[in-house]
């Protein structure tokens, strides 16, 4: 599977921004996606996650953006989204997301299939 990021860039903070990736290839559907961010001299977080599109939707987050960050896919559109609300500093990053061949998963070694990357400056 092809995964394709969009949708970063500058916001003040309290602002919001969605990102958006495109997933080609394979069946979308079979995949857990992730939503992982690396800030400049830090190592790659999870950020969220959501599970493969059949059964119950189940979704985890990392506890700092817990309420203001929701992961979400559309299967007819093959795409996985990540609505950033109330956004500070620390959200700064560049954003990727990932597909896992497993159910939904934290472990960034889970994910197989990576974008390019979406970089995302929270600033005033």
């Known amino acids: 599977v092809q995964l394709q990021a969009s949708g970063g860039g500058l916001v003040q903070p309290g602002g919001s921004l969605r990102l958006s990736c495109a997933a080609s290839?394979?069946?979308?559907?079979?995949?857990?996606m992730g939503w992982f961010r690396q800030a400049p001299g830090k190592e790659r977080q999870f950020v969220s996650a959501?599970?493969?599109?059949?059964?119950?939707?189940?979704?985890v987050y990392l506890d700092s953006v817990k309420g203001r960050f929701t992961i979400s896919r559309d299967s007819a559109k093959n795409t996985v989204y990540l609505q950033m609300n109330s956004l500070k500093p620390e959200d700064t990053a560049v954003y990727y997301c990932?597909?896992?061949?497993?159910?939904?998963?934290?472990?960034?070694?889970?994910?197989?299939?990576w974008g390019q990357g979406t970089l995302v400056t929270v600033s005033s």
């Open positions: 290839g394979r069946s979308f559907s079979s995949y857990s």
């Open positions: 990932a597909a896992a061949d497993s159910f939904v998963s934290r472990n960034v070694n889970d994910y197989h299939y």
């Open positions: 959501v599970n493969r599109s059949t059964g119950m939707p189940v979704t």
